[in-house]
């Protein structure tokens, strides 16, 4: 399985901005795709997820965010809306396999990884 992200940029406080996640590579049964970001001195944390046809968001994107799916489930997008400086970050998009509830949200759960794009919001 590969992924590979795209969209990020640089925008302004307030702005928005649309990432993809193209999945490719083998069929992979009971399989989950989130965001996760990692902002500079700080750990990789979770974003938001589609899970068993349900959406789950961190705290902090929660309201602004919004994580969905293509019809044929290869490629995952995450709409930012209202963007803050402090959603500055490398935002990596995650693949997992037979994921339960309590694994969403952590990052060493997740088998697949995209390179990364860079978001930068600025105030």
């Known amino acids: 399985v590969q992924l590979q992200a795209s969209g990020g940029g640089l925008v302004q406080a307030g702005g928005s901005l649309r990432l993809s996640c193209a999945r490719s590579g083998r069929t992979v049964s009971d399989y989950s795709m989130a965001w996760f970001r990692q902002a500079p001195g700080r750990e990789r944390e979770f974003v938001a997820t589609i899970w068993r046809r349900n959406t789950y968001y961190a705290d902090s994107v929660k309201g602004r965010f919004t994580v969905s799916r293509d019809s044929g489930q290869n490629t995952v997008y995450l709409q930012m809306n209202s963007l803050k400086p402090e959603d500055t970050a490398v935002y990596y998009c995650?693949?997992?396999?037979?994921?339960?509830?309590?694994?969403?949200?952590?990052?060493?759960?997740?088998?697949?990884w995209g390179q990364g794009t860079q978001v930068t919001v600025s105030s």
């Open positions: 995650a693949g997992g396999v037979r994921l339960i509830y309590s694994d969403i949200g952590r990052s060493q759960r997740y088998d697949y």
